[in-house]
């Protein structure tokens, strides 16, 4: 009997060997055949030596500040993810889209992942790109850390925060390097592919817009740069925590994460964080992280009220 369990037990070894030996071997080769089909769109500018891309739609006004989208964590292709927000608002607004190093149609840097160095590459290719300040901060995510600590550096650049479902500093209450981890190695062998594991938006996208967004899902998520800002994202909120919050008109949309494991806890760290603000509306939802999936119209009413008191 027991000869027969190892037995098994070495069949169903040898199998996951080949199985993830053979996706491995399809999701290089498929990256290799995709690179060509990647159409480049927004203009890549020169950052401390690599490139940075950055999407810029709507036309300037001479009244009005530019609205900076910054993406959340891990957000493979930001240009198409947000477009059935950003979208919506650029009748009214210039719109644009920082794609971070790792992220969308930027290089992957190997530059350090602190705070700072974000938001003084994300200062440099808007210079480097023509997009004038004052600019009106929208994180989403993670990058609330950017926006939070380029208002308290730099205030006469950031006029206004419009936050999507911010995870201020005090949402980092421990590591979740492990699990990242892990979620890299899946990558290296392609599992991130299989559509039960990484859902690929296209709300809002043609056919075209849809494929792309594939195109760099598949190959940004989690790579190097990805997974390095995952790893310091506590050491970043510690930094951050530190300062006062920015002394600006701030609009946060929060959502309850559809009521997952620990919302509680993310609802009620901006909740205090809009409590300690001078001049913030927070308005909260009963839905999922990627608010601009469920609630784009509403939230694009609001933000336009927002923009013109």
Request: charged residues 25%; aromatic residues 12%; hydrophobic residues 40%.
């Amino acid at each position: 009997m027991w000869r027969k369990i190892k037995k098994i037990s070495f069949l169903i070894f040898c199998c996951l060997i080949i199985f993830f030996v053979a996706t491995a071997i399809y999701h290089h080769t498929m990256l290799k055949i995709a690179q060509a089909k990647i159409t480049h769109v927004g203009t890549s500018v020169e950052v401390d030596g690599y490139k940075m891309n950055v999407y810029v739609e709507g036309k300037k006004s001479d009244t009005e500040a530019t609205i900076v989208l910054l993406s959340g964590s891990g957000v493979a292709s930001p240009i198409y993810d947000y477009k059935i927000l950003y979208s919506k608002l650029t009748d009214e607004y210039q719109v644009v889209v920082v794609e971070k190093f790792g992220y969308g149609y930027s290089d992957v840097s190997g530059l350090p992942r602190d705070v700072a160095t974000l938001v003084e590459e994300d200062r440099k290719a808007l210079k480097e790109a023509g997009v004038e300040m004052p600019y009106v901060l929208m994180p989403h995510s993670m990058s609330a850390l950017e926006a939070i600590y380029w208002a308290d550096t730099y205030p006469e650049e950031v006029e206004k925060i419009i936050g999507l479902d911010m995870a201020v500093p005090d949402s980092y209450t421990k590591s979740n390097v492990a699990n990242i981890t892990f979620m890299k190695i899946m990558t290296y062998f392609g599992m991130h592919r299989i559509p039960a594991f990484c859902y690929v938006n296209r709300d809002g996208l043609s056919d075209g817009e849809y494929e792309q967004n594939k195109l760099l899902v598949y190959r940004n998520s989690l790579n190097n740069d990805v997974y390095e800002e995952c790893k310091v994202v506590l050491d970043n909120a510690k930094i951050v925590g530190k300062l006062a919050v920015p002394d600006v008109p701030i609009l946060m949309f929060t959502t309850n994460l559809a009521q997952a494991s620990g919302y509680e806890g993310w609802v009620k760290a901006q909740r205090d964080f809009a409590e300690h603000a001078k001049n913030c509306l927070q308005i909260e939802f009963d839905c999922g992280h990627n608010l601009h999936y469920y609630e784009s119209n509403y939230i694009v009413v609001r933000i336009k009220k927002f923009m013109k008191n």
